[in-house]
């Protein structure tokens, strides 16, 4: 089996890291809802809670998110073992 390339860009991903950041990357309808769910966390909860809604900001814009999580939903996903990702790996 070989792994399937994606055109994915090397290197760390870029995501909004603060509050402010997240917030202004959300798109205006997710904004209230972000706000929300800041105004409810646990302070010990808010690391985790802008983490979340860091990917979702990073999401939220891509075209082609509905049909993955579709994908992932109907577990129609591609699906590889972790064996044979670490041997496509070791080949690249």
């Known amino acids: 089996m070989t792994a399937q390339a994606h055109d994915y860009p090397l290197g760390p ?13 959300l798109p205006a309808e997710l904004r209230q ?5 800041l105004d409810e966390a646990d302070p010990a909860d808010l690391f985790t809670l802008v983490g ?24 129609s996903a591609p699906v590889h073992e972790l064996g044979e990702v670490f041997a496509a790996l070791a080949a690249w």
Do not use: K
């Open 13 to 25: 991903i870029d995501r909004p890291r603060t509050v402010g950041a997240v917030r202004r990357a």
């Open 33 to 37: 809802a972000f706000q929300t769910a």
């Open 52 to 75: 979340q809604w860091a990917a979702v900001a990073q999401t939220a814009t891509d075209a082609d998110i509905d049909a993955a999580a579709a994908a992932v939903r109907t577990g």
